[in-house]
Structure formats: structure tokens, C-alpha cells
């Protein structure tokens, strides 16, 4: 830090009695130390998970007879293993995919009720209230979709159903349309759980919207709506990204609520393209099964399947950071 | 105590930009020198050196000489610490740490260097308070917070914490330009005062307070934006304001400036 | 510090703005005058006043149903949450209200015989949020002060980051990640402590995070009159800028021990419930509220059912308390946000 063109540097003995004391330079020392080894081990910690993850799925998948990505079945025990992920994906990402596209928009809007509409009365309890629906914990959720609320979204299946039975995602698919324990139910659900995560951080970017922008708009005539439109949204839109991204990435690996709604299939059931059916995420699969990891051979599948989990969460994590990371770049 | 400061062809660097170029300069021990000058000239920036504060401030560095009575601030083996309770420091904005009672602020920087004994705690809180001027308006509530203070007091707070340390040197950043006149009033008297213990290096951008204040003055300057700051001259504050040697002096102490 | 405008300058520029501002209302207002007393725009409103003259019927359309929607949006948004709380208040109430609930834990009860208490659960998960805490705020802690006070440059970009997707990592993979290194690396029992690593996991990112942000918001000058006066580095964090940031941290700690708490996937991998009271970490099995509403939700009997029900009341009101406390001590705050 500092150059030295000095030789006049005798003995720097203080002189008060303060100054006489230890200068902490050993404190120093060791609390930058302890602070840097905390930081460290974080990133050694995401970094050992994915390596465990990886040196045990390896073993399982050398054995595996079919193609782990592409294939759906799942016989992870005896002399020949055939387990793949296809289905698996396929649930989660679909499941999620009706997640975001319920909670973007009405998280968005919610977001926009908060900081533009609401009056001040109301803005801080209803964020508050808003907040509260990321305390109730996912088994909760999981028990009131399956009891509670199901029953009435199974009417609006039998709906789509019926009128848009002929695009595949809706097909009736033998009467399963009639089902609680449907992909479209999970989704509906998941929705409603991600839903304070879309809202807390698109409410935030909202609020840093410069008052100028605002003003700006105002001041050339703009009614509210067009002021958002002009000014809010644009401002926001990384933001309003990466909550998605970072609601999608809670949806993909949200465990219990999925694992108590949806119902298993039987093994061989052909795969459909119908949203009413059941299945499994990767997340369920594994909570269904946590009971019988005894072999190495076993456990090592599920870790398998995990580690997809994990990288599939890891981008869209990542891709929501770069994009907000971005944005700061703009801003400062 | 009150040593002499000497500074030795200072630059004073952030990162790679040149902030500071070239300042040579005697402070005086037992008397008040201010620097005045246009605001991005590099004053604050000098002062702060003076203490290495400046180094807080990451990319931050210096080259050159900061003599204490011959000592070199800056020496290998000179503990930047070390310097810091040697050299006390006001700063623009009063900052009591809002945790602290108004007996814990004044103590805080003994206590946090380890002195423990309750008598020599509550002697020295007392005498800093009392050199401060403050003793009088807040006796009666030494463990009520130092935040409640108004904005005169809560600086002079700072400056009794800052002087309960027994530093030789006392440096203030812009100390009245968050305050009222009635305040900048009492700090300046509380200047007055002072002076006879320690060695004052006062920043600020008034110049009736500099000519009210100080025995020295110093005017720094740049030659242009994005040009490192440079120490015009530095005389009697006497002949700083009636006739300058240099003429860039003159036109800003009579507003002709630029 | 930016360069400075002529101080001579100055006032002559401020007087001009002052006649301008002057000058611009007495403009605008002959402008709108005239406006007004041309023949009726587009809008052939002729009651519509000022500069909103130009807005069209389709433009304020296009408002008031933007506002309806915003409006809508929220209703919508708290239905389920009224609906849920609902749900769970009038199914578990009558167990949750009965002594025996708080009391007891559920030795003696089956899918057929119902009652029962919850003591061994709420025991269970209290003492594993404690246990997660005294293990996670520490390393949380310091590597957000690590963050704020010491870190520059490509580590602290990279903690920074691996925090980020410590976030986002799902609470089944830590769950998992804990079994292969407790149970198949160390060949360890599934057992209530392995459970607690894996929160660990969940909870030091929530910590680390709401304790950066706490840290950000102590001002630089309190740091700089520690250093002034002579204050070594970790002593001013110790002394100055955690107590102030304090009661931030703690409402942090509290918003991360309400989510740690209510997840259930690691326990399902690592501890087995059991309906006995039991608080050794260290022994195979241990109850847990959410282990034990999933316990007995894969019942069919209303006796089951009804503790499900309750139980999930019982954990929501322990997280709601858990989150109560931690938002009145953020009121009490010293630095504000």
C-alpha cells in the first residue's frame, strides 16, 4: 500500500500511554483469518457437494444399462440396473414451467399493486402478508393442495379437458383429468409457493426506479399505467428475470409439496404428453425413496439423479445472478 | 506533547490516478493550520494522509515523506495503528457510534485499546469532556446515548473522544460545515483553546473561519480537472489574507477564483 | 471530491435558474389556455381540463383496468394464504388447544387411536434449530464480514457468488449431500445431527446475506472514528460495527431459523421420526414437527389426519412467532434500512 522513499525511521517507541498498547496487528491476523476461512469453506462446501455428488453417481451410472438421460425407467437394484432420468425431467421442468408462468405475471402484478397502487396504509402489511406465504413450510402446502385446494381445481381440469382435449397437454388421458394428484395441480401449487419469491424481488427493483424516470413520464402526460409502462417496467425488467429464474430454480427442486400430491405411476405406464397425470420430479423421486438407500449401487442412482437436480438448479441460479449482476453494472 | 509535522515531497495516489503532487509543507507544533481551496484540490485528501486514514480507503497510496518530530509515518516497521492514536481525528459529519453511551463514546477509544481501570476511565471522560467544552451541558447524562446530542454537541463529542486519547496531533475535516453558526461558534472558541496543547490541522471551505481560526494558512489547488492537486503556498494566515506571494491565492481569497 | 464550478460562477447561474422557473408557469399557462380554446380534439371532451385534454377514452381505459388488474393481482395473491391458514386452524385447533398436545409426546397413539401430544416434535425441532444456528451463525457471520470488511477482488467475487447458489440449492440435495458424506464416505447412522448439517447448508446463505446487507448499512464514518482513534481493524468490526449492525443480525437469524425449520426433505433422507421423546442428536431416531405431520399424513384415518392438521399449525405458529420476533426487533434497529 505504501512506498517508502524514507531512511530517517528510528525507533517508532510511542510516546502516551495508549499508544504503548498492542496495535492488534496478531488480532488482525487472526480475525481477517477466521473471516477468510468462513468465506472459503462456503465455496468449498458447493464445490465438495457437487464432487460427492459426482464420485458416487459415477460407480451406479458405469453399471447402468441404458442411457441415463434419455431413457425412463428406473430399476436401480440387482444384477443389471436400468434407471434413467427422461421422466423425471419431464415432470420437473414441465411442473415448474406452469409454476412460473402462473406466478411471473401475478407476482409482477402483485409487485406493481405494492409500490405503485397500493396506498401508503396498505403497502407495508399487505408486503408483509405477501411475505407470509414463504413461511408456511412446503409440507403444509403440500397437505392443504392435496386435501384442500385440488378438489377445486379439478372442475377446471374436466374444463380443459373437455374443450381443449384435443391439444396434448390437455388431453383427458383416461379420466385423470378428474384427478387431484395431477402434474397441473403440482404446478398450480408450486405456483402459489414461489409466488413471495417473484414478488420480494421484483417489488424491490420496482422501488429503485429513479423518481426522475417516473416524474419524466408524468411530466409528459403519461396516465399511471403508461408511467409504469415507460418508465417501471423497463427499469425493472432484469430484476423481474432473475426473480423468475430464481422462483423457477425454488420450483425444480421444491421436494415435499410435490411428493405428497402427485401419484406415483406404475412402472412401464407409457409416457403422455397430458398435463392431467401423475409422475415424479427428480426431488420426489428421491424423497419417495429415501427409505431405501442400502447399496452403494442404489444410493448412488438417486445421487445420480440428484446431481441433475443440483446442476439444473446451479444455471438457472447462475443465470439469474449474471442477469441482476448486470443490471447493477448499469446502474452504478 | 504537540509535535511538529513535516511533509517531504508527498503524492499522494488512488489506484493509478495522481491526486496529490508534490506537497512540501512545515505544520507547526502548538498552533492552527488551515487548508483551504476549492473543493476536489486535494485538501481533505492531504489531511487524511497525515494520520493514514488516506489507506483505509482501498488503492489507496502515498509516496514520499510524513515526519513527526523527525519520525517517518510511513517508515516499513511504523504501524499505521500505531500512527492513528498518535494523530486524533474530527471528521465533517459528527459520528458518535450511535451503541454508546455519551461516557462510552468518550471512553471508547481508550476502552477499545484496552484500558479497563473504571477510575482512570471516568478521570479522563471528565477531563476530555471538560476540554471540549462539554462537561457542562451533559454531567448529568454521561449514559444516556451520544445520537440524543444536537449536531454541535454530538461534534463536540467527537472532539472529547477524539482528545481523551492524548494524541500529539489533532486533525479536523471540514469540523463546522454540518453545523449551525451558534455551533460553529463553540467549536471554533473550543479551537482557540486547544491550540495551546496540540498541534491543529484544520480543513474548511470557509475562509473567514480559516482567518478566525488559524495561525498558518495553506491553499492548495489544480491546475485543471482530472490534474493532481497541488500546495500553492502556505505563510502566516496574516499574510495569506492581505498579501499573498502568490497570485492564484489572492484571486480565490478574493473571489475572483477561476 | 469532482472538480469544482467556479464559485464566481455560482450565483450568476442561480439567479438565472430562479428567472426561468419564474418565467416557465406564465408560459404554459397561455399555452394551455390556447389549447383549451381550440375546437375539441379527438376526444370531443370538451369538460376535460388541462394538459390531460389530449388523453383519449381508450388511453384511460387501458388505466383503470391496469388498476383493476394490480388490485385483482394482490386479492388473488392472498386468497390462498387466508385459505391455507384457514385450512390449518380450523383442522388442528382442536388438538392444538387441548393440554395434552403441549404436554405429552404421541407414545400410545396409532392410525386408529387418536389424541395424542406433540411435546417430542416441538422438543425435536426447537433443539435442531438451535443446534443449526450455533453451527450456521458463526460461519455466516464471518463470512459476510468477511464480505463487507476484508474481501476484494476475485475470492470475494467467487464467495459471493457460491453463496448465491448455496441459496438455490435444493434442501433434498443437501439432504442428499449430507448421506453421501455422513453415511456412505464416514459410514455414520442416519441420525438427527446428520439432519442438522444439512440445515446448516440451508441456513448460511440466509445468514450470510441478510448480515451483509445489515453490515452495508453501519455508516463508513463510524468505521473511519474507530480507525482515527487508533483502533485496530477487527476490534473496530467487534466492537463498533457488529453492535450496531446487532439487532439486524439477529432478525436475520430469526428469518433463517423460521425457513430452516419448516423443512423437511433432509429429515425424511436423515432422521427417521419417532413417537417418543427423545433429544439426543446423536441417537438414531428424533422427532421433528415436520417429520411428523408427514408421518402421519401417509395414514388414511381421520385420527392421523387430524394430527397432520395440527401439527402443521403447530409448526406454522412457531415460525410465525419465530418471524413475529424478529420483525419487532428489526423496528427496534439502529441502522435503518
Known amino acids: ?332 | 506533547m504537540a509535535k511538529r509535522i513535516d511533509v517531504q515531497d508527498l503524492d499522494i495516489y488512488y489506484g493509478k490516478f495522481k491526486a496529490v503532487e508534490g506537497v512540501s509543507m512545515r505544520i507547526e507544533p502548538r498552533s492552527v493550520t488551515a487548508f483551504i481551496g476549492p473543493s476536489g484540490c486535494g485538501k481533505s485528501t492531504v489531511l487524511r494522509t497525515l494520520n493514514r486514514m488516506h489507506e483505509v480507503i482501498p488503492g489507496a497510496s502515498v509516496d514520499g515523506q510524513v515526519l513527526l518530530d523527525d519520525k517517518d509515518l510511513y517508515a516499513k516497521d511504523m504501524d499505521p495503528v500505531a500512527v492513528r492514536r498518535t494523530i486524533g481525528m474530527v471528521f465533517q459529519r459528527p459520528n458518535p457510534f450511535p451503541t454508546m453511551s455519551i461516557f462510552d463514546n468518550v471512553a471508547a477509544g481508550l476502552r477499545l485499546n484496552g484500558v479497563k481501570n473504571r477510575k482512570v476511565l471516568s478521570e479522563t471522560v471528565e477531563r476530555s469532556l471538560k476540554g471540549a467544552n462539554l462537561w457542562n451541558e451533559v454531567k448529568d447524562r454521561l449514559d444516556k446515548p451520544g445520537a440524543g446530542l444536537s449536531g454541535g454537541q454530538q461534534q463536540r463529542l467527537c472532539i472529547a473522544r477524539a482528545i481523551a486519547v492524548s494524541p500529539e496531533v489533532l486533525l479536523m475535516d471540514e469540523p463546522c460545515s454540518a453545523l449551525d453558526p451558534i455551533s460553529t461558534l463553540a467549536i471554533e472558541d473550543l479551537i482557540h483553546e486547544i491550540k495551546e496543547k496540540y498541534t491543529i490541522v484544520i480543513v474548511t471551505h470557509n475562509m473567514q473561519q480559516a482567518a478566525r481560526v488559524s495561525d498558518r494558512t495553506a491553499f492548495f489547488n489544480l491546475a485543471a480537472t482530472g490534474k493532481p492537486g497541488k500546495l500553492i503556498e502556505i505563510d502566516d494566515t496574516q499574510k495569506m489574507f492581505n498579501r499573498p506571494s502568490e497570485k492564484a491565492t489572492e484571486d480565490y481569497i478574493s473571489g475572483r477564483f477561476g | 471530491m469532482s472538480a469544482s464550478t467556479p464559485k464566481q460562477g455560482r450565483p450568476d447561474a442561480a439567479a438565472e435558474d430562479v428567472r426561468t422557473l419564474e418565467a416557465t408557469p406564465s408560459c404554459s399557462a397561455t399555452r394551455v389556455v390556447e389549447r383549451d380554446a381550440e375546437p375539441a380534439g379527438p376526444a370531443g371532451n370538451p369538460r376535460n381540463e388541462g394538459a390531460s385534454g389530449h388523453k383519449s377514452g381508450g388511453r384511460a381505459a387501458a388505466d383503470v383496468a391496469a388498476r383493476i388488474i394490480m388490485w385483482g393481482a394482490f386479492v388473488l395473491a392472498v386468497i390462498p394464504l387466508v385459505w391455507i391458514l384457514w385450512s390449518v386452524v380450523s383442522n388442528g385447533l382442536e388438538l392444538v388447544g387441548s393440554p395434552r398436545w403441549w404436554s405429552d409426546d404421541a407414545a400410545g397413539t396409532s392410525a386408529r387411536r387418536p389424541g395424542g401430544g406433540a411435546l417430542h416434535a416441538i422438543v425435536g425441532t426447537l433443539e435442531m434449530a438451535a443446534v443449526t444456528a450455533l453451527i450456521a451463525v458463526p460461519i455466516g457471520v464471518l463470512t459476510a464480514v468477511y464480505l463487507v470488511e476484508y474481501g476484494r477482488g476475485r475470492l470475494a467475487r467467487l464467495v459471493s457468488f457460491m453463496v448465491d447458489i448455496l441459496t438455490g440449492v435444493p434442501s433434498i440435495v443437501a439432504g442428499l449431500f449430507i448421506y453421501a458424506f455422513w453415511v456412505t464416505t464416514l459410514g455414520g447412522q442416519r441420525i438427527p445431527f446428520a439432519a442438522t448439517l444439512s440445515l446448516v447448508l440451508l441456513m448460511i446463505p440466509v445468514v450470510v446475506r441478510s448480515t451483509e446487507e445489515m453490515l452495508k448499512l453501519v455508516p463508513n464514518e463510524l468505521r473511519e472514528a474507530s480507525f482515527a482513534l487508533g483502533v485496530p481493524k477487527w476490534k473496530t468490526i467487534v466492537q463498533v460495527v457488529l453492535p450496531t449492525a446487532f439487532s439486524g443480525i439477529v432478525t436475520g437469524i430469526l428469518l433463517g431459523l423460521a425457513r430452516v425449520m419448516g423443512e423437511t426433505a433432509p429429515l425424511i433422507i436423515l432422521a427417521p421420526y419417532t413417537k417418543y421423546l427423545q433429544g439426543d442428536l446423536f441417537a438414531n431416531l428424533m422427532a421433528t414437527l415436520p417429520t411428523m405431520i408427514n408421518d402421519n399424513r401417509t395414514e388414511v384415518t381421520q385420527a392421523a389426519i387430524d394430527r397432520a392438521w395440527a401439527a402443521s399449525l403447530t409448526l406454522i405458529l412457531i415460525i410465525l412467532a419465530f418471524n413475529l420476533v424478529g420483525r419487532l426487533i428489526a423496528r427496534t434497529s439502529k441502522v435503518k434500512a
Do not use: C
Not at chain 1, 262 to 282: D, H
Not at chain 1, 290 to 302: I, L, N, R, V
Open chain 1, 1 to 332: 500500500m505504501t512506498s517508502v522513499t524514507g531512511v530517517s525511521a528510528p525507533d517508532p517507541s510511542p510516546t502516551s500511554s495508549v499508544a504503548s498498547r498492542s496495535t492488534g496487528r496478531l488480532g488482525d491476523r487472526v480475525f481477517s483469518g477466521l473471516s477468510i476461512g468462513a468465506g472459503t469453506l462456503v465455496v468449498v462446501l458447493v464445490l465438495l457437494i457437487g464432487l460427492f455428488l459426482v464420485t458416487q453417481a459415477v460407480p451406479a451410472l458405469q453399471r447402468n444399462e441404458v442411457n441415463f438421460l434419455t431413457s425412463s425407467e428406473w430399476t436401480v437394484s440387482g444384477e443389471h440396473p436400468r434407471f434413467g432420468v427422461a421422466g423425471l425431467l419431464w415432470v420437473t421442468v414441465v411442473s415448474s414451467i406452469i409454476a412460473m408462468l402462473l406466478a411471473v405475471p401475478v407476482g409482477v402484478a402483485v409487485a406493481l399493486f405494492l409500490t405503485q397502487y397500493a396506498p401508503t396504509w396498505l403497502a407495508r402489511p399487505a408486503a408483509g402478508t405477501i411475505d407470509l406465504l414463504a413461511a408456511v413450510p412446503s409440507i403444509v402446502y403440500g397437505l392443504w393442495g392435496l386435501r384442500q385446494f385440488g378438489p377445486v381445481l379439478v372442475p377446471v381440469q374436466q374444463f380443459f379437458a373437455q374443450y381443449f382435449g384435443w391439444i396434448p397437454i390437455f388431453a383427458p388421458n383416461n379420466g385423470l383429468s378428474g384427478n387431484v394428484s395431477t402434474i397441473f395441480v403440482v404446478g398450480v401449487v408450486l405456483a402459489i409457493m414461489i409466488l413471495p419469491i417473484v414478488t420480494a424481488l421484483s417489488r424491490e427493483v420496482f422501488a429503485q426506479t429513479p423518481r426522475a424516470h417516473i416524474e419524466g413520464a408524468m411530466a409528459l402526460g403519461a396516465t399511471k399505467w403508461e408511467t409504469i409502462r415507460t418508465a417501471v417496467l423497463p427499469f425493472g425488467k432484469p430484476g423481474v428475470i432473475s426473480a423468475a429464474m430464481l422462483g423457477l430454480g425454488r420450483a425444480l427442486g421444491e421436494t415435499l409439496a410435490v411428493t405428497i400430491i402427485l401419484a406415483t405411476l406404475a412402472p412401464g405406464t407409457p409416457w403422455v404428453a397430458s398435463l392431467f397425470n401423475g409422475g415424479e420430479t427428480f426431488a420426489s423421486k428421491i424423497a419417495n425413496n429415501a427409505g431405501e438407500f442400502d447399496t452403494p449401487q442404489k444410493t448412488g442412482a438417486f445421487l445420480a439423479a440428484g446431481l441433475v437436480l443440483f446442476l439444473l438448479t446451479f444455471v438457472v441460479n447462475a443465470i439469474a445472478r449474471i442477469v441482476i449482476e448486470r443490471r447493477k453494472a448499469f446502474s452504478e
